[in-house]
């Protein structure tokens, strides 16, 4: 009979939690003033850093210690980068960049393409966590990319996924580029912008931001070889 009335009581409880949430004002995507610690160029700044330690491999490692794990347990994230990246296990986001725990606001998704649910995700990192960057992030050899230059027989909710690719071939194989390879590696990187063109497309809000100098997207594609990433 006491759990039941506990059990009871908890529930009420969080129904009054939910209807005073409902009460509040919507709140807008903007930065506030104690979240906005890390500039666009400190942000960029960090990157290629730590992508140069990468390459070199002369990693530092920062911010990959249990007092960091608890550091962001108790004072909440505070990247300083929203990334769009691809799914694919050869680009292991924050070691690429030689950064640690908080650090980094990732989103991965096969092909680094942008539909609503990447753009609500930048959304949610530029507006309430505060990252005044987003990077689009591509890679050589990527297969989603690979699949839609060579036309490859797709299943299931595949061809949903990569549809967002598509313009990018079809610019590519506008210039007329010789060998196949050379077309793959420049629908790559018309593929990230595409996806930069599809976040702002997608998003007014980020839009705005972006005009007030407020944020900014860029692009770049990491390469597997040599693990260098090329900023578009």
């Known amino acids: 009979m006491c759990d039941c009335l ?4 908890r529930v009420l409880t969080g129904m009054a939690t939910l209807a005073a949430a409902a009460l509040l004002p919507r709140r807008s995507l903007a930065f506030d003033s104690d979240s906005d610690k890390t500039t666009l160029d400190q942000a960029m700044r960090y990157l290629r850093e730590g992508n140069r330690r ?3 491999r002369s990693m530092e490692r920062p911010n990959q ?4 794990q608890s550091e962001v347990e ?4 505070h990247p300083f980068a929203t990334i769009i990246s691809c799914s694919d296990s050869r680009v292991p986001v924050e070691l690429i ?3 640690g725990i908080g650090d980094l606001f990732v989103v991965r998704v096969a ?8 753009i609500a995700t930048c959304e949610y990192g530029v507006g309430h966590l505060g990252t005044p960057l987003i990077v689009v992030l591509g890679h050589t050899r990527c297969g989603a990319v690979t699949a839609v230059v060579k036309n490859d027989h797709l299943g299931g909710k595949i061809p949903q996924l990569v549809d967002n ?18 077309l793959i590696l420049d629908a790559i990187k018309e593929n990230v912008r595409q996806s930069i063109s599809d976040i702002f497309n997608g998003s007014e809000e980020l839009t705005t931001l972006a005009h007030q100098g407020r ?7 990491y390469n597997l070889e040599t693990g260098e990433v090329e900023w578009l």
Do not use: Y
Not at 65 to 68: A, V
């Open 74 to 77: 108790t004072d909440g994230q």
């Open 54 to 56: 990468f390459a070199k």
């Open 6 to 9: 506990i059990t009871r009581r």
């Open 111 to 118: 092909g680094n393409v942008v539909h609503t649910d990447a």
């Open 97 to 99: 960049f030689d950064r």
């Open 65 to 68: 210690t249990l007092i960091r």
């Open 215 to 221: 944020m900014a997207a860029v692009g770049g594609v």
């Open 165 to 182: 690719i598509v313009p990018a071939v079809e610019r590519s194989r506008a210039k007329k580029l010789i060998g196949v390879n050379a």
